[in-house]
């Protein structure tokens, strides 16, 4: 059942799709206070709160205080509070059972048990919000509710869940061409290459440099001959540039966010001084989608939209400011005073969120401050893009991911998770945020792997694949300046072709499982204790997830293991993928296991009574036989079953029957 509270004007978000009408009285499982702004719940000492999405800590998000606040740092700390998305989604389950859900689009705090430990606040900086209040009878009926709820999240085309190689310093058509074809020579699978801000003309949006992309059209054509999709990044900020189109049409219009005194607001971010699409006002969206035409005009089949919290270097009045400080130290004698006034200047150029005070948006004629409806700017940019692929190619899938985002923006693209560490810390972030994002609805997701920020290592990037080869989003990723990180670059190809091979094997059963989480608002990736609420040990278990309704992943994330503990709360038939290619089968008892995983292994865990369909494999996802399977069962009184989705990867026609089916196995055929 699913409830809506109305407190004070609630501004649409666009998040929820279909609309309940208000319900009378109080809310239920809280306590409201100060109209709206304060809600707070009494956690029994072994309940558990999960949801936020993507955030920072663990699936169970007690003792910590975390924020909806979306922002570009590329540190995601412990300590930090918010990254780039607003995930207003919570489940709680222990002494009663609900999920909650807080539709608005400004900050929230959301204090879990921080300040007193048994205490759960939510606090709201505006008091205009919709509290959807949905009780179900497990935690997995809650979320599919709340799926219905928000609609359908995002699919992207089939070969978007091959593997793809990205990097911040990719230059030129022949530094491309070099990637794919080290893949190829090594027989490393690749379906994908992606272009960082390199690619642009001066980092201007949809703009290609000519000199070191001659002839992008042919180049896209060139790259699909091989089986290779090239993949653009849009930034969320227009360069100020005479004769530039999109900025020349877009100041004509009036479709930048403008200041109080109706100028642009004016901030820096690569392309230098920039200005900022109006993405919440209707007609500015739908001018600001249609650009992508230029390079779906050219044979673009995907997108990641990048910069869109929206980050700011600078705002260029606190740039003059600053500039006006430094002038006043210039004569200053040297001492202890002007090294920190010189030190502080970094941090006083750089201050969004009060610049997001600086800045309004014309949403239906009516002028809003941008820090009201912050939250919301990377979920409509990414919008934008989505309504545009609607309109322009209404039968094909794009390929659509953001880097901020909110409850909404699940129906229109995926996330990746930011700006990651080489840290094996960040590997087990990665395991933890997959399932909080998919109860959000955001199914299509991974983060970067091997790491984006800092050198990474063999092995690092070993183990991490060995993750990342279940995430649908799966992509190789790194900053420039750091360690190369390409498969290639390393000692022992034979294990990341093993690793990444293994996707394109497993590619029939993750695409099915992505797909019926999409189209029947399920959970791609659980914690085991949505599965097993029975099970006193499930909800401690953190590091292990399930996959779908066959299996159970349990990676490795710490150096120098040579595998680890597994908490199997039912008996599970192991599976090991050796590089030599042979799969090797083994039932284990319930209970804990030490599983030896050596580091060009991977090993998985199947239920009982059901079902692993198998490819062949490919090096990349056109060379996938999604017909001819073969299946590892683990029978339960002599049968095992599955069922198994598949459609063409590229049209919509999602729910035509023909696409499912279902596979058995039986023991005594
Ligand atoms: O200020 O485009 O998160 O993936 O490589 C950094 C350069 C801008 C941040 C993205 C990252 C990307 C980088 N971008």
């Known amino acids: 059942m699913i409830e809506r509270y109305a407190f004070g004007n609630v501004l649409e978000t666009g998040a929820v799709v279909c609309k309940p009408g208000c319900a009378e009285g109080a809310v239920p499982f809280l306590e409201t206070e100060e109209a709206g702004r304060r ?92 509290v959807y209040i949905i009780t179900g009878d497990s935690l997995t009926d809650i979320v599919r509710q709340f799926r219905t709820l928000v609609g359908r999240s995002y699919i992207p085309p089939l070969w978007a869940f091959g593997f793809g190689q990205s990097r911040w310093g990719y230059r030129s058509a022949d530094d491309i ?20 801000i390199d690619y ?73 001084n920039s200005v900022f699409p109006d993405v919440l006002n209707a007609d500015a969206r739908r001018w600001f989608g249609q650009q992508y035409k230029r390079l779906l005009d050219q044979g673009v089949e995907g997108f990641w939209n990048d910069m869109n919290e929206p980050s700011v270097f600078y705002a260029a009045d606190r ?79 794009i390929l659509l991911f953001s880097r901020s985002s909110a409850i909404g923006m699940h129906r229109w693209g995926g996330i990746w998770q930011g700006d990651n560490h080489a840290w094996w810390s960040h590997l087990l972030l990665n395991i933890k945020m997959m399932p909080s994002l998919n109860m959000c609805g ?26 990342g080869i279940f995430t649908p989003l799966m992509r190789n990723h790194s900053c420039e300046g750091t360690r190369l990180q390409e498969a290639y670059r390393f000692e022992n190809p034979n294990g990341f072709r093993h690793i990444m091979g293994l996707r394109y094997r497993l590619l029939p059963y993750l695409y099915s499982e992505y797909m019926k989480a999409a189209l029947d608002g399920g959970m791609y990736f659980r914690p085991l204790a949505f599965d097993y609420p029975d099970d006193p040990h499930a909800p401690q278990v953190e590091d292990q997830l399930l996959l779908g309704e066959s299996i159970m ?24 993928f050796r590089p030599d290619g042979s799969v090797e089968e083994q039932v284990l008892s319930q209970g804990h296991h030490y599983v030896a995983i050596p580091i060009d292994e991977v090993v998985l865990f199947l239920r009982p009574g059901r079902l692993l369909p198998l490819a062949a494999g490919g090096c990349n996802v056109d060379q996938v036989d999604f017909q001819n399977l073969t299946c590892i069962a683990f029978p339960a009184n002599g049968r095992a079953v599955y069922e198994y989705y598949h459609d063409d990867g590229i049209t919509k026609d999602y729910e035509n029957p023909a696409n499912r089916r279902t596979l058995r196995v039986s023991e005594d055929q």
Not at 74 to 86: F, I, M, Q, T, V
Not at 184 to 191: Q, S
Not at 384 to 392: M, N, P, S, T
């Open 39 to 130: 809600f707070s719940f009494h956690m029994g000492s072994g309940d558990r709160v999960y949801g936020l999405g993507e955030n920072v800590r663990g699936i169970n998000k007690r003792g910590w205080i975390y924020e909806s606040r979306c922002i570009d740092d590329p540190y995601l700390l412990e300590s930090r509070r918010y990254l780039y998305g607003a995930h207003n989604f919570l489940l709680v389950d222990g002494s009663v059972r609900f999920g909650v859900f807080f539709d608005c689009p400004g900050y929230l705090a959301f204090d879990i048990g921080y300040t007193r430990a048994s205490l759960l606040t939510v606090t709201a900086e505006e008091p205009d919000l919709d």
């Open 177 to 196: 061409r070099e990637v794919v074809r080290r893949h190829r020579e090594l027989g490393l699978p690749l379906d994908s290459v992606y272009l960082d």
């Open 200 to 272: 642009m003309e001066r980092y201007k949006d949809f703009t290609v440099n000519a000199e070191t992309f001659p002839d992008f059209a042919a180049f896209n054509r060139e790259m699909k001959d091989q089986g290779i999709h090239l993949v653009p990044i849009i930034d969320a900020a227009v360069k100020v540039e005479k004769g530039y189109p999109v900025y020349e049409e877009g100041l004509e219009k009036g479709y930048f966010c403008k200041k109080a005194d109706g100028t642009p607001f004016v901030g820096g971010v690569w392309p230098g």
């Open 319 to 397: 740039l003059e400011q600053v500039r006006g400080q430094l002038e006043e130290l210039k004569d200053r004698p040297a001492d202890g005073g002007l090294y920190h006034e010189l030190a502080s200047m970094p941090q006083k150029l750089s201050n969004p969120l009060e610049d997001y005070k600086t800045f309004y948006h014309n949403i239906d004629g009516v002028p809003v401050r941008h820090d009201r409806v912050h939250n919301l700017y990377g979920c409509y940019m990414t919008r934008a893009a989505g309504e545009a692929f609607e309109r322009l190619l209404p039968d094909r899938r």
């Open 442 to 467: 955001f199914l299509y997701t991974g983060a970067d792997l091997g790491g984006f920020g800092a050198d990474t290592t063999e092995d690092l990037l070993l183990r991490w694949l060995a993750f």
């Open 553 to 576: 992943v349990a990676p490795v994330y710490r150096q120098n293991a040579d595998g680890r503990y597994v908490y199997l709360p039912e008996p599970m038939k192991q599976v090991r």
